[in-house]
């Protein structure tokens, strides 16, 4: 890898920061520790050097004659501790000898001052329990009682040190246990920050291409993040540019095949009108107009007007009403149930236009439907019931195939050329939506359209 790489930002270099940034972090936070930690941030109890002090005046007490033990003890004291000799059978001696063994961390810390000592000690944490053992002597000004280590002699007889003030930091056990923690706070700080600046970019390129599958004509995606990402963002760009060409082209196309198509087919009508036998001129116009009705279908589907449409909110209700009333205008009564207003953020005249489909299906080939508008976990539902004959089960998935026609239940004669379901389930789905459809237990036909708020922008259900 070339230095120019190095300074670039791609998904190695920003991996390789992330890591030096969580041991920085880790070397600060034991610096900030070591500065601010107090005692507990000194030096262990065995590298402290109060041991081998220790050590060294046991073995002075020891070697001198009894008498003079005390006196010596007392020379012993320094500004950190202080040391105090108590003859065998003495009241302190006998206190010292039921003392309780420390447990836990002063069990350890026993063993390690007996291998430093060679003598049997007894670590006392007065200022833990309370008391001190009777007999012995100690400080009583201050505030609690001090630390205090007792060792007994070869004779039976103990010496005793006390600290009032501790002046040794924690056990290398738990001083890396400490670390650790410090390592993995920063690793947590550091990954948790570096992924998210990692993931912007490819939030932001994973919302484009939704977008994209929304809206062919959306814009280009901006090319920021890491090199490779810009590489894939670019190749993406080109590969857009490229789908938005063809359906350019291919709407050119279409609207030059509808000119063409359109003009024979008005020459062939009013050719039709010199017909003098009426039964043949009325066939002909028939099948002229069904014609026509083909083509004009057709180039709605292939132009797929819907996604030209700007995203709004709009009152779903009031679509599906206008709908109901459209109906009604035609003696139709399509019954409504739901919520009188409901915000949705969508292509409004697409939508009416997929229900619009959906209902005529039903009013064409079966009984009056019905309409219902639910909310279900962050998606409007709306049912369209009816109680005509149903559709076979092994035709429920087929019926979204363009110009695919159900036999037994519908026919040319009903009108439609077989893009109603089709054109239907793609502006549904262009909303990020779907249509499913089920025969009803008590006869009929359901269909279900699901349209998801969270598909756009996080929207939230709203019901006035």
Known sequence: MTPSSWLSDTITRRFAVTEVLAVAVTLALVG??????????????????????AANIVRMIEAAPAPVRQALAAA????????????AGS?????????????????????????????????????????????????????VPPYMLAVQLNDGSWLVFSVMKRTWGL??????????????????IVTAFAARQFSKPIERLAMAVHQFGLNPRAPPIEETGPRELQQVVRTFNAMQGQIQKFVAYRTMMLAAISHDLRTPLTRMRLRGEFIKDHEQQARLF???????????????????????????????????LTIANDYADQDI????????????????FALKRAFTNLIDNAAKYAKTPDIELSCEENAWVIAIRDRGPGIPPDA????????????????????????GLTVAQAIVQGHGGEIILKNRLEGGLEARVVLPVAAHAGERLDRV
Not at 76 to 87: C, D, N, S
Not at 287 to 315: G, I, W, Y
Not at 333 to 348: K, T
Not at 396 to 419: E, H, I, Q
């Open 91 to 143: 009241r302190a001696s006998a206190s010292l000898e039921a003392a309780p063994r420390g447990e836990g961390e002063d069990a350890n810390t026993q063993k390690t001052i007996s291998a430093h000592v060679q003598r049997a000690a007894v670590v006392l944490r007065p200022a833990r329990t309370g008391s001190v053992p009777p007999g012995i002597d100690y400080d009583r000004n201050g505030p």
């Open 171 to 188: 056990p290398w056990a738990d001083r890396w246990v400490i670390w650790l923690c410090f390592l993995a706070v920063s690793i947590t």
């Open 32 to 53: 900030l520790f070591n500065t601010f930690g107090g005692v507990w941030s000194s030096r262990s109890l065995e590298q402290s050097g109060l041991l081998n002090e």
């Open 286 to 320: 028939r099948d002229v107009d069904e014609m026509q009705n083909m083509v004009d279908e057709a180039l709605a589907f292939f132009r797929d007007d819907a996604t030209t449409e700007e995203m709004t909110s709009f009152d779903l209700p009031h679509v599906l």
């Open 76 to 87: 012993a004291a320094t500004e950190v501790f202080r040391a105090g000799w108590y003859p």
């Open 396 to 419: 429920l998935d087929n019926v979204f195939r363009p110009y695919y026609r159900v036999d037994k239940s519908r026919n040319r004669t009903t009108g439609g050329v077989g893009l």
């Open 333 to 348: 009564m399509i019954g409504y149930v739901g919520p009188a207003h409901a915000v949705y953020r969508g292509r409004p």
